[in-house]
Each structure stands twice: as structure tokens, then as C-alpha cells.
T-cell receptor, first 113, second 109 residues
Framework: EAQVTQNPRYLITVTGKKLTVTCSQNMNHEYMSWYRQDPGLGLRQIYY???????DKGDVPEGYKVSRKEKRNFPLILESPSPNQTSLYFC????????????FGPGTRLLVL | DQQVKQNSPSLSVQEGRISILNCDYT??????FLWYKKYPAEGPTFLIS?????DKNEDGRFTVFLNKSAKHLSLHIVPSQPGDSAVYFC????????FGTGTRLQVFP
């Protein structure tokens, strides 16, 4: 089954404690992205990757890092989380940068105290 | 700069009637527009798309209309069903997807 998986699904942490949200896809897609969803702001892109070792900033990259060492995995790293990073996070993948269907993971709800 | 706007945060429609969800955009470089549907506790899923050179695309109960001169698109769902209750996001595509803020549709019996 084609899917994007994220872990954990729910996370409560404290300010400054480094965390990583993992993302994996089994569709051999080249293009992967991270989004955050906030009330009244919709889905905003944090970072994206066009292929292994190729990453770039999206619209709201501050406070986040990513890496793409393997094609299937695209972890999101918060080195020093802050309360304004409390949000619902989605990983997504698609075959290329064209308008092909993008597949989303189930989401990770993060609360930073 | 909100390039894609969904001005109605919510919409309530009776089962069997038509649901019309609206989306406005400012970026003339969008080459495709897409609609995604999102249920609670799940990620968004692709629903329907339209090329910027078309003015209509239909897929079963779902039809998307594009008015380029007005920079406006709409999603029509006919007939609406309770299972259509979800949050709907429109998105414009350049080299990436730019999403709107979403509209929560509730279809009641």
C-alpha cells in the first residue's frame, strides 16, 4: 500500500528539548515536503527536498532543520523547540515538482510547553 | 502575502443539496489548481485538479470551475453527502503547492 508514515503521531515536550519527527514514504518519490497547519493560516511549507541531499527552505523554515540522506526518509528536526512551534505537522511526498498528486502523512500533533 | 485565499472558514449544507466552496488567488503564475480534502486525525488527500488553461473539470459528484479573469475557482459537490463533511483546501501550483486556509464543510441530514 502506497503511504507516507510519520512518527510520533502525538508529542508533548518542553522548551529547548531537541526532538525529531520521522517521515518515510514507500513510493520512491523524489519530492518530499514538511508543512505545518495552524488555525486561520492553512498549510504552510516548512522545508522541501527535491532529491537525496537536496533540500531547500519553504515559507516558514525558522527553527527547523531537515535532512535527506535516503530517498525514502525526510526527518524534521527541532533543535530547540519553542511554544510557537506548537502545531500540527504533515509530511508529504510526490513524484516530482510538477502538479502530480501529493500524498500526505497522517500528521504529528506537537505541543511545546 | 496570502496568494491563495478561502474566505469562508465554514459552510453548512443539507444532504442532497449542492455545496459550493470558493477560492481566490493572486498569483498569475499558477499553472494548476488542486483541491484536497482532510478528515480529522488524517492527512489531506487529493480530490480534484484543474489546469490553468481549462475552465472546468468534472469527476463524478465533484466539479471545479476556474475563472481566470476573476482569479477565482470553486468546487461544486452535487449531491452533497454526510461523508463529504471535512475541511477542504484549495492550492495553486507553480514549482510548489501554495495552500489556502481551508473551509470546513458540514453536511447535515
Amino acid at each position: 500500500e502506497a503511504q507516507v508514515t510519520q512518527n510520533p503521531r502525538y508529542l508533548i515536550t518542553v522548551t529547548g528539548k531537541k526532538l525529531t519527527v520521522t517521515c518515510s514514504q514507500n513510493m520512491n518519490h523524489e519530492y518530499m515536503s514538511w508543512y505545518r497547519q495552524d488555525p486561520g493560516l492553512g498549510l504552510r511549507q516548512i522545508y522541501y527536498s527535491m532529491n537525496v541531499e537536496v533540500t531547500d527552505k519553504g515559507d516558514v523554515p525558522e527553527g527547523y532543520k531537515v535532512s535527506r540522506k535516503e530517498k525514502r526518509n525526510f526527518p524534521l528536526i527541532l533543535e530547540s523547540p519553542s511554544p510557537n512551534q506548537t502545531s500540527l505537522y504533515f509530511c508529504a511526498s510526490r513524484r516530482g515538482s510538477g502538479p502530480e498528486t501529493q500524498y500526505f502523512g497522517p500528521g504529528t500533533r506537537l505541543l511545546v510547553l | 502575502d496570502q496568494q491563495v485565499k478561502q474566505n469562508s472558514p465554514s459552510l453548512s449544507v443539507q444532504e442532497g443539496r449542492i455545496s459550493i466552496l470558493n477560492c481566490d488567488y493572486t498569483n498569475s503564475m499558477f499553472d494548476y489548481f488542486l483541491w484536497y480534502k482532510k478528515y480529522p486525525a488524517e492527512g489531506p488527500t487529493f480530490l480534484i485538479s484543474i489546469s490553468s488553461i481549462k475552465d472546468k473539470n468534472e469527476d463524478g459528484r465533484f466539479t471545479v470551475f476556474l475563472n481566470k479573469s476573476a482569479k477565482h475557482l470553486s468546487l461544486h459537490i452535487v449531491p452533497s453527502q454526510p461523508g463529504d463533511s471535512a475541511v477542504y483546501f484549495c492550492a495553486g501550483h507553480t514549482d510548489k503547492l501554495i495552500f489556502g486556509t481551508g473551509t470546513r464543510l458540514q453536511v447535515f441530514p
